[in-house]
Each structure stands twice: as C-alpha cells, then as structure tokens.
C-alpha cells in the first residue's frame, strides 16, 4: 500500500511539473523526468527556479530530512537484524 501511494504521489507531482513548467518558459520533458524520479526534491527545486523561493526551500529541506530519516530507520533496521536483536 505504502508503495502505491508513493508512485502516485510521483505521479501526481510530475503532471503538476509539466502543466506547470510550460507556463513558466521550463522544458517539461525534463522537469516531468526529473519529479517521476526525484520527487519532492525536484518540486522543491523547480519552486526555487520558478520564484517561489520561500515554498520551494521548505519543500527541498522537508523532503531531505525526509529521506535521511528513511535512510536511518533502513539503516538501524539493517544494525538490528544483523546483530540478532529482535
């Protein structure tokens, strides 16, 4: 389930980059590869590129604490399986 939302949500965010990046002069091909791939990030950079500074900083930080704290939780899990604690 989990999976399903975040395929929708890349999905969701790359329509809105390429609706979005032909209105602002932006190459949607490029903008639509990058939000299916990067997500969040990616909308948080195109906000910044597009002068919308304030929202686009806010979306890239949360969304790169985001990932780091994924990234940990994978990691101790990976630390605690290998170390036999259950």
Same mark, same amino acid.
Request: zero cysteines.
């Given at each position: 389930?989990?999976?399903f939302?975040?395929? %929708?949500?890349?999905?969701?965010? $790359?329509?809105?980059?390429?609706?979005?990046?032909?209105?602002?002069?932006k190459?949607?091909?490029?903008? *639509?590869?990058? *939000?299916?791939?990067?997500? %969040?990030?990616?909308?948080g950079?195109?906000?910044?590129? $597009?002068?919308?500074?304030?929202?686009?900083?806010?979306?890239?930080?949360?969304?790169?604490?985001?990932?780091?704290?994924? &990234? &940990?939780?994978?990691?101790?899990?990976?630390?605690?399986?290998?170390?036999?604690?259950?």
């Open positions: 389930m989990e999976g939302f975040g395929l %929708a949500l890349n999905i969701i965010l $790359t329509i809105y980059l390429v609706i979005d990046s032909k209105k602002h002069g190459n949607p091909i490029l903008w *639509g590869i990058l *939000g299916f791939v990067f997500g %969040a990030i990616a909308l950079i195109y906000l910044i590129k $597009t002068d919308r500074k304030v929202v686009g900083w806010i979306v890239t930080i949360l969304s790169i604490l985001g990932y780091l704290a994924f &990234l &940990l939780l994978v990691g101790l899990a990976i630390l605690f399986t290998v170390a036999g604690f259950s």
